[in-house]
């Protein structure tokens, strides 16, 4: 599910159309999409790191 299709339970509209205050104050707090989330960040520092350990591994043996 996208954050697209989320509705507004103050006035029933869709969250990213921002038609009241709730609306707007909740698609502020909505990650823009696109961005990096720090969970993204931490998952390709982790799998980088795992590549390193496995390369480094292969060439010792």
Known sequence: ????RLVCANCA??????RCPVCRA???RL????????AMLLT???ALAATLALL??????
Do not use: F, S, W
């Not at 480094?56 to 043996?61: K, N, Q, S, T």
């Open 1 to 4: 599910m996208t954050y697209d």
């Open 13 to 18: 509209a869709p969250v990213a159309e921002g």
């Open 26 to 28: 909740n698609r502020e």
């Open 31 to 38: 990650p823009q999409p696109g961005g990096l989330t720090p």
């Open 44 to 46: 390709l520092i982790l």
């Open 56 to 61: 480094a591994a292969l060439r010792g043996a």
